[in-house]
């Protein structure tokens, strides 16, 4: 959206109340517009205009639940960051809205899934026991 990409009107309209994030999404952006600049150095002050529109768009930043991202990335077999969008998604119980086909992918089925804990990550091997005689 910040950038003028052709998918921006459906992604606008896609968004509906208040718009949520994991608070890497400002790390992610940035990572977009230092991309942009290196492939078309020309536009850097307008690639810098265009992300500098963040702060405007207000999208309130939640921090993910760290132990809990490398096992849902593992269950909808995402990146460990794709999995802290569709995290936030399901915690705050809001859409997920993307472009990213498997990411869009994932969050149907999580969606449709009826809500099930994660599997336990393991636990440290205990120390043997001494048997008495």
Known sequence: MLHDEPEARAVLAGCRGELLAPTLLPYEMAS???????????????????????AAIGVRLLEPDWLELPQLAERWALSVYDAAYLQVALREGAPLVTLDARLAAAADRALAEPLSPLPAPPSAPSAPRRRRR
Do not use: Y
């Open 32 to 54: 977009v517009a230092r991309t942009k600049m290196l492939r078309r150095p020309d536009e850097a002050q307008r690639i810098l205009d265009c992300h500098a529109g963040l």
